[in-house]
T-cell receptor, first 111, second 113 residues
Framework: GEDVEQSLFLSVREGDSSVINCTYTDSSSTYLYWYKQEPGAGLQLLTYIFSNMDMKQDQRLTVLLNKKDKHLSLRIADTQTGDSAIYFCAEFNNAGNMLTFGGGTRLMVKP | NAGVTQTPKFQVLKTGQSMTLQCAQDMNHNSMYWYRQDPGMGLRLIYYSASEGTTDKGEVPNGYNVSRLNKREFSLRLESAAPSQTSVYFC????????????FGPGTRLTVL
């Protein structure tokens, strides 16, 4: 079945850029997503990219998609302490009608 | 708008007990979902309801049942709870299944002893 993998943990200093990486196995994914989960809360959609795009920029967020390598990344510029959270990569497959999530990357931002 | 609400926030059960987790949305969405979140495993889909009157199994449906009571409400029932069902449960909704964004509730933390 589909599989989405992420590293567990990332630590950066405030003001630096953060890059969170994700790999997936399903080549028929139509949309790929980044969700953010703050402590004790549900998930919030941060951004998404359609599978025919290579890059999407949204203020401090840049999403890069390499379809050949099935690799998705999220870059957060000028990372702030408020960006500390767990970030989930997810893919949507039309055939399965469901989102498949990675295990999440915990981002810690040090002042 | 409250968005997606879930009750209860916390629950402790003994093995073999039953309970129902409630979810409601006020966004007039057609599709609703139940996920469980376990450490390091992301969210896994238990059941979903593409529209009122329909329900379908997700990735991990065993041990659970669901009811789409009306367009607003989608409940998840554990008939005979097991320790393996200790998890955080999230309900979500979206305008339809094939849309960009799902909106999530705050979660229910369930412990089965």
């Amino acid at each position: 079945g589909e599989d989405v993998e992420q590293s567990l943990f990332l630590s950066v200093r405030e003001g630096d850029s953060s890059v969170i990486n994700c790999t997936y196995t399903d080549s028929s994914s139509t949309y790929l997503y980044w969700y953010k989960q703050e402590p004790g809360a549900g998930l919030q959609l941060l951004t998404y990219i359609f599978s025919n795009m290579d890059m999407k920029q949204d203020q401090r967020l840049t999403v890069l998609l390499n379809k050949k390598d099935k690799h998705l990344s999220l870059r957060i510029a000028d990372t702030q302490t408020g960006d500390s959270a767990i970030y989930f990569c997810a893919e949507f497959n039309n055939a399965g009608n469901m989102l498949t999530f990675g295990g999440g990357t915990r981002l810690m931002v040090k002042p | 708008n409250a968005g997606v609400t879930q009750t209860p926030k916390f629950q402790v059960l003994k093995t073999g007990q039953s309970m129902t987790l409630q979810c409601a949305q006020d966004m007039n969405h057609n599709s609703m979902y139940w996920y469980r979140q376990d450490p390091g495993m992301g969210l896994r889909l238990i059941y979903y309801s593409a529209s009122e009157g329909t329900t379908d199994k997700g990735e991990v449906p065993n041990g659970y049942n669901v009811s789409r009571l009306n367009k607003r409400e989608f409940s998840l029932r554990l008939e005979s709870a097991a320790p393996s069902q200790t998890s955080v449960y999230f309900c979500a909704s979206s305008e339809a299944v094939v849309v960009v964004e799902q909106f999530f509730g705050p979660g229910t933390r369930l412990t089965v002893l």
